[in-house]
């Protein structure tokens, strides 16, 4: 080893100038050296405030910072850069091969590294274990290697478990360390139960990372880890000024624009949520991966058309559509991208009920992407065609298309149970309509009970602004087109409390209360619903309605 021999390990402070004064609570940054470096990106804009001890160059320095900042900001192609020019600069630079291995480990994102990949994070970490200058170097390292000693299997879980469990230990052993800190809270996450509605774990994640944020304000991995930490519906609002911030610490970063909107998103902030996945989109269109147009533009776009959607700003959805379609390949091939192909012309066609040019939507668009990659994404396509055939009349297409998607679930689920379920969340959701049409209502009853219990187990994914149906949605629909008002109420309030202020399901609620005779009741959603779509750019026949029932009810004195 030759950390007993090198000079003691320097407290690397990296500072930048976004965010306000908190007071430090159980982190002391007294502890070692200190070296300030302010950290930039390369065009010389901000990316917040990170403390690494470290054995490198001065040199070597800047680019560590800025590969951490970069790496906490989840823009692992940058931070790999950077932690590369580290050791370029300083070829004995520990912490910059330790910077690399990190890079290959995405938590948070469905997307487990090809095995050319995972073997180079191994050879790297190796190699940073060899220039390991101090025990907290060492200690970095042996976090990081649990993920790597448990192999490479078919599922990725085992390493995420093993993740967690090595910054577990390295947060045991320095308390003291913001880093280590910052990169336990997002391990936890990593390892969540989406059923355990307690959401005891996102908790302690989001306790820690506002320890880590009350040291250090501009701090990127406590801005983004609290909002992955509360991104639920009984936690967002904690994450509210978090959010607001985020994008002032690395305002030139495409994931730290459009991280605050998960946010927006939970609690229906539809206008923040447009502006900075606008900001976010523009972002990432400047920073390509290679060639390829980077996954961070796919997501905004999506989380974007979903915003202009609920806002009834329809015409502005369709330039997203029509944005979307403009890109030229090659395109990043990750999940994001190929959710976002898959979703936003479905969502166009569902969301306004449009349900033949959902039975119309193709698959495999645009035909350079791998589709073959992403069959839990593919699915979304099947999904709105089965659905939009069913409800136009179409029983064979709808059948057919269904058979297509039980045969994806079931490919999935092999891969990923996450994903597997949200596939069977759909293909119920499609069967319920095609059996509520063909005239057996309560079997159609049945089938989308199941669906919705299914998704109440489960969350949406950080890949995802929502479903792009909720399956509790479309049972209160079936509930209202069976003439149970009141216990269609119940089902659109529940999908609110899940997901506010969504167009449809405010609608829902409103017409719902109106055909049980509370009147108040119904003013209160359509008046939050004629709110909500200020902005609306499209005169839909449910706004109408809602505008026609607060005249009369105006008139009438309610």
Same mark, same amino acid.
């Given at each position: 080893m030759r950390y007993a021999s090198k000079i003691p390990a320097a407290l690397l402070v990296l500072t930048a100038c976004a965010g306000g004064e908190r007071p430090a609570e159980d982190i002391d940054l007294s502890a070692g050296a200190a070296a300030a470096i302010e950290v930039t990106d390369l065009s010389g804009a901000p990316l917040g405030t990170v403390q690494l001890t470290h054995s490198c160059s001065d040199e070597a320095a800047v680019h560590l910072g800025r590969g951490l900042a970069l790496l906490h900001s989840m823009t692992y192609e940058d931070a790999e850069s950077a932690f590369a020019e580290a050791t370029a600069a300083?070829? @004995?630079? !520990? &912490?910059? $091969? /330790?910077?690399?291995?990190? *890079?290959?480990? $995405?938590p948070l994102w469905s997307d487990p590294p090809s095995e050319a990949r995972f073997d180079s994070g191994r050879a790297l970490l190796e190699k940073a274990r060899s220039m390991a200058g101090s025990d907290r170097e060492l200690a970095y390292v042996d976090a990081l290697a649990a993920y790597y000693e448990a192999g490479r299997g078919d599922s990725e879980r085992p390493n995420l478990v093993a993740f967690e469990a090595g910054w577990r230990a390295f947060h045991e052993k320095y308390t003291d360390d913001p880093e280590g800190t910052a990169f336990y809270a997002l391990a936890q996450l990593g390892t969540v139960d989406p059923g355990d509605k307690t959401y005891g774990k996102q908790r302690g994640a989001g306790a820690m990372a506002e320890q880590v944020l009350a040291a250090i304000p501009d701090h990127p991995g406590a801005h983004h880890y609290i909002i992955h930490? #509360? @991104?639920? +519906?009984?936690l967002s609002s904690l994450a509210v000024d978090v959010a607001r911030s985020y994008g002032k610490v690395a305002p030139d970063i495409p994931h !730290? %624009? $459009? &991280?605050?909107? $998960? *946010?927006?998103?939970? %609690?229906? %902030? /539809?206008q923040e949520s447009i502006d900075w996945n606008r900001r976010s989109a523009d972002a990432a269109l400047k920073r390509p991966v290679g060639a390829e147009t980077s996954l961070h533009y796919f997501h905004a776009l999506d989380y974007l058309a979903y915003a202009f959607l609920q806002g009834a700003e329809d015409e502005r959805a369709l330039d997203v559509l029509k944005e979307l379609e403009g890109v030229e390949p090659p395109y990043q091939a990750h999940f994001a991208s190929a959710y976002t192909f898959a979703a936003v012309p479905a969502r166009l066609a569902l969301e306004r009920q449009m349900w033949g040019a959902a039975a119309d939507l193709e698959a495999r668009l645009p035909s350079a #992407? +791998? /589709?073959e990659t992403a069959p839990a994404m593919e699915a979304i396509t099947y999904f709105a065609r089965a659905l939009g055939a069913a409800r136009s009349g179409r029983f064979d297409q709808a059948r057919a298309d269904l058979e297509t998607l039980a045969a994806m679930q079931e490919q999935v689920s092999a891969g990923n149970a996450y994903w597997g379920t949200q596939v069977e969340i759909q293909r119920l959701s499609a069967l319920a309509w095609l059996q509520f049409e063909q005239g057996s209502p309560q079997q159609a009853l049945s089938t989308v009970r199941a669906a919705a219990q299914l998704e109440a187990g489960t969350e949406k994914h950080p890949i995802t602004p929502g479903e792009v149906l909720p399956a509790r949605e479309l049972l209160a629909d079936m509930l209202l087109e069976l003439g149970q008002a009141r216990e269609a109420l119940a089902e659109y309030e529940a999908a609110l409390d899940r997901s506010p202020n969504r167009f449809n399901s405010l609608y829902g609620a409103g017409r719902a209360a109106e055909l049980a005779g509370d009147a108040a009741l119904a003013a209160r959603y359509y008046r939050t619903l004629l709110e909500v779509t200020a902005k609306a750019d499209t005169e839909r026949e449910r706004l109408g309605h809602a505008r026609a029932y %607060? !005249?009369?009810?105006?008139?009438?004195g309610a």
């Open positions: 300083d070829p @004995d630079c !520990a &912490m910059g $091969h /330790w910077g690399q291995a990190m *890079t290959v480990v $995405h930490a #509360y @991104d639920n +519906p009984e !730290a %624009l $459009h &991280m605050p909107t $998960h *946010t927006f998103t939970r %609690l229906g %902030l /539809w #992407y +791998p /589709w %607060l !005249a009369v009810d105006r008139s009438s």
